[in-house]
């Protein structure tokens, strides 16, 4: 069975950079779309921003022009660059991939943004 693993997140002061990482492991026929989700407290579950398996990308305009969504089809990894990290990015980030046809979730990383 697919699984998919976050890792990378941490505390950055504002204005920083932090970079997830999101790897898929397991039997693994085909992955299509993936994507960032992110939930902060309180907060309904967000989509942050995805990219297709052909590299089609799109993202929140929260994040627009700050986040940059990547992925390495060999390795079944995505990633997530965040720059000018902004307090209110304070979030557990999830990604979800669409792998062997099944929607798929990570169990998410902590990122908080704090002076």
């Known amino acids: 069975q697919a699984q998919l693993a976050e890792s990378g997140g941490g505390l950055m002061q504002p204005g920083g950079s932090l970079r997830l990482s999101c790897a898929a492991s397991g039997s693994i026929f085909s992955i299509n779309g993936m994507n960032w989700y992110r939930q902060a407290p309180g907060k309904e579950r967000e989509l942050v921003a995805g990219i297709t398996r052909t590299g089609i990308t799109n993202y929140a305009d929260s994040v627009q022009g700050r986040f940059t969504i990547s992925r390495d089809n060999a390795k079944n990894t995505m990633w997530l660059q965040m720059n000018s990290l902004k307090p209110e990015d304070t979030a557990v980030y999830y990604c979800?991939?669409?792998?062997?046809?099944?929607?798929?979730w990570g169990q998410g990383t902590l990122v908080t943004v704090s002076s």
């Open positions: 979800k991939g669409n792998i062997n046809f099944r929607e798929v």
